[in-house]
């Protein structure tokens, strides 16, 4: 299975939205509502930002929200702060106990 | 308080082992699966195995017949046996908790394999 398709990098102003996309198949992000979003600051262990595509881990700003269509998920962050700026990874289930990664965004706020 | 932790990691030369382990604490272990991912130095994260309840695996496609994931839950750990290690193993392996998402992660242990 190939790594889930995600912008390289994006940017945004503090106090701006952003969303990041990512894309699978119809046997990954498309076949369950699975999607899970990770913000991984540099020399840190990833933090669970998103599940099951909309769910918030106790904790997370609910300036952060998750959305999917089809075979697409995105991650929205809303009054971009600095500390938002972090890489970004989206992570679908596709059956069996299989993950896929996508293959991370940068996110600058400028 | 759920806390992950791994050990194991180190240099080793290709073809050799590894084994790593994850403690976990802070919640009863034996009601979860475990995912072990792993992050190659500047790139992005990549699915290794994982274990169910009952001890079931499951792997990547290029660890297939390589690695072997097991769990203790006397012991509330999970290891990762790692076998004919290759230089394109090199990374940062993390342990995770798979429950409403992958919500806890270890603080992550190197493998390096030298050529």
């Known amino acids: 299975q190939s790594a889930l398709t995600q912008p390289a990098s994006v940017s945004g102003s503090p106090g701006q939205s952003i969303t990041i996309s990512c894309t699978g198949t119809?046997?990954?992000?498309?076949?369950?509502?699975?999607v899970s979003w990770y913000q991984q600051h540099p020399g840190k262990a990833p933090k669970l930002m998103i599940y099951?595509?909309?769910k918030w881990p106790s904790g997370v700003s609910n300036r952060f929200s998750g959305s999917k269509s089809g075979n697409t998920a995105s991650l929205t962050i809303s009054g971009l702060q600095v500390e938002d700026e972090a890489d970004y990874y989206c992570?679908?289930?596709?059956?069996?106990?299989?993950?896929?990664f996508g293959g991370g965004t940068k996110l600058t706020v400028l | 308080e759920v806390q992950l932790v791994e050990s194991g990691g180190g240099l080793v030369q290709r073809g050799g082992s590894l084994r790593l382990s994850c403690a976990a604490s802070g919640f009863t272990f034996s009601n979860y699966d475990f995912v072990w991912v792993r992050q190659p130095t500047g790139k992005g994260l990549e699915w290794v195995s994982s274990?169910?309840?009952?001890?079931?695996?499951y792997y990547l496609g290029s660890v297939k017949g390589r690695f072997t994931v097991s769990r203790e839950n006397a012991e509330n750990s999970v290891y990762l046996q790692m076998d004919s290690l290759r230089v394109e193993d090199t990374a940062v392996y993390y342990c995770t908790r798979n429950g409403e998402g992958l919500h806890y992660w270890g603080q992550g242990t190197l493998v390096t394999v030298s050529s």
């Open positions: 274990i169910g309840i009952a001890g079931d695996t």
């Open positions: 119809n046997s990954d992000v498309g076949a369950y509502n699975f």
């Open positions: 992570c679908s289930y596709a059956g069996g106990r299989i993950f896929i």
């Open positions: 099951d595509v909309t």
